[in-house]
């Protein structure tokens, strides 16, 4: 099975962007393992998208590891779409309105 194509909601993008430059601000190598966690959850997830559960809305959620965060994506026709880069303790759901409709 090939990896299929994943894309960022441009806000998804700008969320990670804002994580990274907080660790940064903190910790240089812990910005580096986030941006390292990053792609690995990106890879993976292009790889075995199926491996986490669908939620009724239609889209399913990947955990960091070592980091309060998750990876909201959906699985449209040709790609994998990031919907958010969300922290696991705050606002939740606030990205369900970025869920493409599938019908």
Do not use: C
Request: hydrophobic residues 40%; aromatic residues 16%; glycine residues 6%.
């Amino acid at each position: 099975m090939t990896d299929r194509h994943v894309e960022l909601h441009s806000e998804a993008f700008e969320e990670a962007e804002r994580a990274l430059f907080w660790y940064r601000e903190r910790s240089p190598r812990a910005a580096e393992s986030f941006l390292i966690e990053f792609q690995r959850v990106l890879d993976r997830i292009a790889e075995t998208p199926h491996l986490w559960p669908k939620a009724a809305g239609g889209w399913r959620r990947y955990p960091f590891l070592g980091f309060p965060f998750f990876v909201v994506y959906q699985e449209l026709r040709n790609s994998i779409f990031v919907v958010a880069v969300a922290h696991g303790r705050r606002k939740p759901g606030y990205w369900r309105s970025r869920i493409v409709p599938q019908g």
